[in-house]
């Protein structure tokens, strides 16, 4: 029930390899407790319904749900819905999106956080099939009319404005909204048309470390230290000293993908190791070596000189 894309037999999966059948795919971006998931399941028993969520306490409230009511056409991806869409999904595979009552980002400096936003409207147009389409609930009119006009200037899309659907109006923060006397608003963005130029496949590197002449340091000042990426950002929480060296637990957002890795900093037969652990076998992409970059910089500073480098 729970997607586990170490243990996929394809990348990204077939409908047939994450459920064991065919079937119309829909994808749910943002489940919460899963209560609508779990009628979206009873109600389409033919659909295959893959669901995205970045709370671990959701998926797991979720999980329970969908075991204690033995739905077997519902697998939950713990991650972020750009990611799933774009390692998840097959081109053209996609029958239905959902996204009810997405975080509307209200600031105006964290609109770029907002999920409907015309790069993803454009993406998502290579992985819906013909006719398929994207259905919004929301209660904040500013993020519905953001959405609407980023969708339509993509020119891949039908756009129907509709009374919502009363099925969307049991999740639970619907019905916290519906006491509280809040409008909803609506909409469904039906492909017409494919972007003819998807995002590039991200790029993976074999390796990313360095090996340094010198010392270990005695201290290793890291913790929440910023290092700036192309299209995010890499932050270093926390930094722990152990009987080899340090371990440093990063946080990386990348375009379309998010990773928790640790980087080691330790004595190594030829020297000192600064790179990836191999601790939750991380994607290698150019954001970690960014970030492992960073790190050896920092030694740098603290006299250490790099004898080979592989960032």
Same mark, same amino acid.
């Given at each position: ?10 990348? =990204? ?39 995205? *969520? ?18 077997? !056409? ?12 774009? !390692?998840?999904?097959? =081109? %053209? ?25 015309? %790069? ?7 992985? +819906? ?5 994207? +259905? ?9 009319? /953001? ?36 409008? /909803? ?15 590039? =496949? ?13 010392? +270990? ?36 957002? *990348? ?23 191999? /601790? ?5 992409? *150019? ?9 050896? *910089?920092?030694?740098? %500073? ?10």
């Amino acid at each position: 029930m729970l997607v586990r894309p170490a243990l996929l037999p394809a990348w =990204p999966p077939s409908p047939k390899d994450l459920f064991g059948r065919e079937g119309p795919l829909v994808l749910e971006i943002g489940f919460g407790d899963g209560r609508f998931t779990a009628w979206l399941a009873r109600a389409h028993p033919h659909w295959l319904v893959l669901g995205a *969520e970045v709370s671990g306490a959701s998926v797991l409230r979720a999980y329970r749900r969908m075991r204690k009511e033995g739905l077997e !056409n519902v697998r939950l991806y713990h991650g972020e819905g750009p990611f799933a869409l774009r !390692n998840l999904i097959l =081109p %053209g595979s996609l029958h239905r999106v959902i996204v009810n009552f997405p975080d509307p980002w209200p600031k105006k400096r964290h609109q770029d956080r907002r999920l409907l936003q015309e %790069g993803f409207f454009r993406r998502l147009s290579t992985r +819906l099939e013909e006719g398929g389409a994207l +259905l919004l609930t929301t209660d904040h009119e500013d993020y519905f009319r /953001f959405a609407l006009e980023e969708a339509e200037r993509t020119g891949l899309y039908r756009i129907e404005v509709r009374p919502p659907p009363e099925a969307h109006l049991q999740t639970k923060y619907a019905l916290k909204w519906k006491e509280a006397g809040r409008s /909803f608003f609506h909409a469904v963005f039906t492909k017409v048309a494919e972007d003819p130029n998807p995002w590039p =496949p991200l790029r993976r590197y074999p390796m990313a470390h360095a090996l340094l002449k010198g010392e +270990l340091p005695e201290t290793l000042d890291l913790a929440k230290t910023p290092v700036p990426i192309p299209g995010g950002i890499a932050v270093f929480l926390e930094v722990a000293r152990g009987e080899k060296g340090f371990y440093v637990v990063t946080h990386l957002e *990348e375009e379309d993908l998010t990773q928790d890795l640790l980087l080691e900093v330790r004595r190594s037969a030829h020297g000192v190791y600064a790179g990836v652990g191999r /601790f939750g076998s991380p994607l290698i992409t *150019e954001g970690v070596k960014r970030a492992v970059r960073a790190l050896v *910089e920092r030694l740098k %500073g603290l006299g250490l000189e790099v004898v080979q480098d592989h960032t």
